[in-house]
């Protein structure tokens, strides 16, 4: 299967791409390096991976790029964390928009065209920003308030896109609502502005990260946004891969959404205290404080993960652990040579 991916150069993408091309895949990746700037990848010397410079605004080129291809992966938006949503709060949904607009507009003509099959789209599970129905299962963003969050409006309306695209046009879809990815690879935004959270200087603004160096920078007190109490499902970028790659080839996916998560559920501070311990072991205590909170910090984020386990036999598997073994040592290289 040939499988063109917005979004290429971006965090979750990377995992996705490797995961696509072992699987034999081959696949064309779109990005305008925007966020990161260029960044060399594993697989760019991979025969069967084609990377285009290119916006993912422009319908033409994508029009061009879809004509060869037999799945679309809409991949492309701006993204960031929680200080993002803040930040650019017009831009998210304005830019975002455009992105979706233009991407379904290729999709649809691919379809009627051409030879594509299917659009998969990576949706967030900021659509559930306002749900108070825990854990959350697919279908619960349609009952509960709209998010409040421009960033999470947005992800809603792109998945009425898919609604509208599917019942106009018949575009078969996917929907796959990745939830707090975690991995190696993610560096520095061009646009991000440096925040203070105590002592340390911060650009991520992803909790796994920023605490992660936090703690390897010695702050002590460690400050924490918020109460700490927050729960969320932290889930190894390679586990959302391969959900992503099932939600593109599985039969059972066809006109599906599905949560791709970890089941474990974990608070701030249990993640806070994990790194702690696998940074300094039992030889220092661990010690915090809460900082203010941003607006849009939701306090619960808690997925039912059902669904993909029965229609596409996914889990995601890696532990807490052995995401931070791989983490921590990575974000130490990385402060060492001044990319975070």
Not at 32 to 59: C, H, I, M, W
Not at 163 to 189: D, K, S, W
Request: negative net charge; hydrophobic residues 40%; contains cysteine.
């Amino acid at each position: 299967m040939k499988i063109l991916v917005t979004g290429a150069a971006g965090f979750i993408c990377g995992y996705l791409i490797q995961d696509l091309l072992d699987a034999g895949h081959s696949v064309i990746g779109l990005d305008n390096f925007s966020k990161y700037g260029r960044a060399e990848k594993s697989y760019d010397l991979n025969p069967r991976y084609q990377f285009v410079e290119g916006d993912a605004k422009n319908t033409e080129l994508l029009k061009e790029l879809l004509s060869e291809c037999d799945h679309l992966v809409a991949a492309a938006a701006m993204i960031g964390g929680i200080s993002y949503f803040h930040e650019f709060a017009y831009d998210l949904l304005a830019e975002n928009e455009r992105i979706t607009a233009a991407t379904f507009d290729a999709a649809i003509w691919a379809h009627r065209s051409r030879r594509l099959q299917k659009i998969t789209v990576l949706s967030s599970s900021m659509v559930f920003e306002s749900t108070t129905e825990f854990p959350t299962p697919e279908g619960a963003e349609r009952r509960c308030p709209p998010p409040r969050s421009t960033y999470g409006f947005q992800k809603l309306a792109t998945e009425f896109f898919v609604q509208g695209a599917h019942e106009q046009y018949r575009l078969p879809y996917t929907i796959a609502r990745p939830f707090n990815c975690v991995g190696i690879g993610e560096r520095r935004a061009l646009c991000d502005r440096e925040i203070m959270s105590g002592n340390v200087r911060l650009a991520m603004s992803h909790v796994v990260p920023d605490l992660v160096q936090k703690v390897l920078k010695g702050q002590d007190p460690l400050h924490i946004l918020g109460s700490g109490k927050q729960a969320r499902h932290y889930t190894y970028g390679g586990d959302l891969a391969r959900g992503i790659r099932l939600c593109i080839e599985h039969p059972a996916a066809l006109n599906q959404d599905f949560n791709l998560s970890t089941p474990v559920r974990t608070t701030v501070l249990e993640l806070a205290e994990a790194i702690w311990r696998k940074i300094h072991g039992s030889k220092k205590p661990f010690t915090y404080m809460s900082d203010l909170a941003y607006e849009y910090d939701v306090q619960e984020r808690s997925p039912a993960t059902e669904k993909a386990t029965r229609l596409l036999d996914f889990e995601a598997k890696t532990s807490l652990t052995e995401i931070l073994d791989e983490v921590v040592p990575w974000i130490e290289e990385q402060i060492a040579v001044g990319t975070i």
